[in-house]
């Protein structure tokens, strides 16, 4: 009996382990530039200095153009998927009511290809809608992360921590992008909400996890939303809210 679950354990793992290497073997990670415009296999000789890698089929299924030169053939399974909005989703005019209920499919799909600090990224928009462009700064709506690299300022106390988690949540991720009353801001910053393919509203979740202020000197959306994330998370002592040792 026992011999018996034994070898069902180790047909069950050579199973799992066949189909981990075929995964890899038909869906390797391929390289998108900042400007956005291609993705490169592994080795091509176009492979520019920065290259930030993502698997072929994200890069597929979100409109990356192959390289001429590699060439790199699609991954059947990536092909047919449910084709991308191109309108701007605003969530005002959307009317959702929280974050979380906003929709995915409506979104504009785009990967995070350079850190700033806590709230502000560059983004590579594969097929920017009208009004964007392929490469974008973007700051996050309705947020307002410590300072960690004005000039003028010194370090805020927690700037640091923000800044890293930022970047360990979206560098190099696909992400969602959706959009308020306003575009842009008078440095030409694309405003946004941005979305991990989870469903999940990473402006909200630096708030509540007092990573950030809310941001409410302009009106959006989920202003009275985030006033109350950042309530909470004064009152539990989260993040910036902690106290000082
Ligand atoms: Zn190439």
Request: proline share 7%.
């Amino acid at each position: 009996m026992e011999q018996r679950m034994l070898r069902c354990t180790v047909f069950v793992l050579l199973l799992l382990l066949a189909a981990a290497t075929t995964a890899c073997a038909e869906d390797p990670l391929v390289y998108i530039t900042e400007t956005g415009e291609k993705y490169h296999r592994e080795g091509c000789r176009y492979l520019e200095r920065s290259r930030i890698p993502i698997p072929l089929s994200t890069a597929v299924s979100m409109g990356y153009d192959p390289c001429g030169h590699c060439n790199p053939p699609p991954p059947s399974s990536a092909l047919g998927g449910p084709a991308e909005s191109r309108e701007l989703y605003r969530l005002n005019v959307a009317g959702v009511e929280q974050p979380g209920e906003a929709d995915l499919a409506r979104m504009t799909r785009a990967v995070v290809v350079r850190h700033v600090d806590g709230d502000t990224v560059y983004v590579s928009i594969p097929r920017p809608p009208k009004g964007l462009k392929r490469y974008e700064s973007l700051r996050f709506i309705g947020v307002d992360t410590p300072e960690t690299v004005h000039p003028q300022k010194t370090v805020e106390r927690f700037g640091k921590e923000a800044s890293e988690f930022t970047r360990g949540q979206l560098l190099n991720r696909p992400v969602y992008l959706a959009f308020d009353w306003q575009l842009r801001d008078r440095y030409d910053r694309l405003l946004a909400y941005i979305y991990l393919p989870d469903g999940i509203c990473f402006n909200a979740v630096l708030v509540r996890e007092g990573y950030a202020h809310a941001y409410t000197r302009f009106p959006f959306q989920f202003l009275e939303q985030f006033r109350a994330l950042e309530r909470s998370a004064r009152e539990q002592g989260r993040g910036l809210w902690g106290s000082e040792e």
